[in-house]
């Protein structure tokens, strides 16, 4: 029920579904506070538009992808005794494998960049992710297709039970106690990074970090294209307004 709960407490709070809610609700108002609905319908416009900006989702995201890639030299000697990766959800019902469900593009990039961090490093890998929405497949055993079906190793340990990331950590400090692991190395996107490791910090581990999925650009395109609404510069906005409030809800829920 709670991870219903928080999906609809995404699409109200985020974009675009905040400025539709506000389009709406001035709507209703314009009968009665016809200024004050007019108001809010604009506002609800301009913020829409300014959100979906590629300029202001790539500021956003400056704030949030802070953590750096991983050094070399955590690779070549590491200090690490497990890599853990994060699950990035999945594709219910794939229609080219027969309508089961599959990893997702967020997932796949997580494992691609894993699978490159366990040959050099020859760490073995806890790959983390349950089934928040009454799936029948945990997003682990998914994860472990990836790997199983392209010939390589299978990961030592499958976290199957987490419904989000706070769990991930509860779930994984628990597997990974057993087998005396204290550091690790983390997988997930650059944007969820800092609060993955607050998560897994909070539960005793020394995480040194190995973002993936940097959306940052190094160089703004130009600037007319960086001011023209864009689907990928409203996903841009939406993703780093996401990590935010998640940061905020997980102190807030977990302290």
Request: hydrophobic fraction near 50%; charged fraction near 15%.
């Amino acid at each position: 029920m709670e991870s219903y709960l928080i999906a609809v407490a995404e699409a109200l709070l985020l974009p675009p579904g905040l400025m539709i809610a506000m389009i709406l609700l001035g709507v209703v108002l314009l009968r009665r506070w016809y200024h004050t609905g007019t108001l809010l319908m604009i506002a609800a416009f301009v913020l829409l538009i300014a959100a979906s900006l590629p300029a202001v989702g790539n500021r956003l995201l400056y704030f949030v992808e802070v953590i750096p890639p991983i050094s070399g030299l955590e690779l070549e000697k590491p200090r690490a005794g497990a890599i853990v990766v994060l699950g990035g959800g999945r594709r219910a019902g794939a229609p080219e494998y027969g309508g089961a469900d599959t990893a997702s593009p967020a997932t796949l990039a997580r494992m691609r960049y894993a699978i490159r961090l366990h040959r050099r490093s020859r760490l073995p890998l806890l790959l983390s992710g349950g089934s928040p929405r009454g799936a029948t497949v945990p997003e682990a055993e998914l994860m472990q297709q990836v790997l199983t079906e392209a010939g390589l190793e299978p990961a030592r340990w499958l976290e199957r039970s987490s419904r989000n990331t706070w769990e991930a950590a509860v779930n994984s400090r628990a597997v990974l106690g057993t087998a005396g692991v204290d550091t690790i190395i983390l997988v997930t996107d650059a944007a969820h990074m800092p609060r993955a490791r607050m998560a897994f910090a909070a539960q005793g581990f020394t995480v040194v970090p190995a973002p993936t999925g940097f959306h940052t650009e190094a160089q703004l395109r130009p600037l007319g294209l960086a001011l023209l609404p864009s689907a990928e510069g409203l996903a841009d906005t939406r993703t780093a307004l996401r990590e935010w409030l998640g940061q905020l809800w997980y102190r807030l829920r977990y302290g």
